[in-house]
């Protein structure tokens, strides 16, 4: 045997032990997660008990990221132990998380990517159809797009919460990589049609302008249905991410076509219950003001007196009459800390209505 193959060997072993190990203690942590489980029902005998705590989730991972010793970056390591705790909560009963479909949309991977792979992902048509799906108690969760840094708002999701009884229990992001792709037997020089998401499009306009002008783009559902018809008729391409060119079996004629490098979506994580505090967290309202001058400034003082910043305000259109307004707004800090209890409660007072949609954990993955 040579040195190299002696040295592969001996690492070889180490590793095989190591596994072992391993595996041993994420036995042993699935066994932990299982008490816990019965504790709860114990605790709350006849209660439809929700196992599933994502506040708890958050710091687990938050504290992997922390402490991580390398050489794995934090990101990839908590990557990991989110799939553990996946895998250990699914033990009690798998999740059913409905999300913006079809398979393959970008929604689905960010579902997976904040739930991990251990649950049900259902897919749903349209976002006012996963709203429903979790009221019905059809899912636990539903998981939809919010908003876009490319392209803004996705006003659809704000307006469910207007009439939806239905909490934010979390958010993630998820960098957007789009793709020019095709099917291995359409030839580049015979593409004359591009499917993709209306979103998609305008986030690869530059793009598409610059490379492939002249050629007739054509707005559909979704990414994933783009791909599914530029599989099925020659001479069309789609836009769409990885796994919908994985899913169709589609080719990547050009990678990250996308206008802006950062492109990024942020989902919500929709529910019927409230989460806790977990130590870092982010809140959401909709107010509609009188309709009479310094409105906003009265609406927006009370937080800036306080300290508490606000990460995002959005003005919709309201449903009750013309030109009078909701606004949506995002902040930091959780609902149950007496700052922001008092905040809430004075433009409670000054306000038509006040609607507390949720506080959650900031997406940590
Ligand atoms: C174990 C618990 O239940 C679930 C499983 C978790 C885990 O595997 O770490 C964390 C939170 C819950 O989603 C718990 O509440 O601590």
Known sequence: MSDEQTKLGELRDRIDGIDQQIMDLISARARCAQEVAEVKMTYNPGADVFF????????????????NPGPLSGEEMARLFREI?????????????AFLGPAGTFTQAAALKHFGHSVVSVPLAAIDAVFREVESGSAHYG???????????????LDMFMSSPLKI????QLRIHHHLLAS???REGEIHRIYSHQQSLAQCRQWLDANRFGIERVPVSSNAEAARRAAEEPGTAAI????????????????NIEDRPDNTTRFLIIGRESVGPSGNDKSSILVSMRNKPGALYQLLEPFHRDGISLTRIETRPSPSGTWAYVFYIDFEGHME???????????????????????YPVGVL
Do not use: F, W
């Open 169 to 172: 229990c979390g958010e993630v």
């Open 143 to 157: 998981v939809v797009p919010v908003e876009n840094s490319t392209e803004g708002m996705i006003n659809h999701t």
């Open 240 to 255: 769409a991410g990885d796994m919908a060119a994985e899913l169709y079996g589609l080719e990547k004629l050009a990678g």
């Open 52 to 67: 599933y705590r994502p506040e708890r989730e958050a710091q687990v991972l938050r504290r992997i990221k922390e402490q």
């Open 337 to 359: 800390e007496p700052k922001v209890a008092k905040v809430l409660a004075e433009i409670d007072e000054e306000a038509v209505e006040l609607k507390r949609l949720g506080s």
């Open 85 to 97: 705790m996946s895998a250990c909560l699914a033990l009690e009963k798998p999740m059913h998380i």
């Open 184 to 186: 291995a037997e359409t």
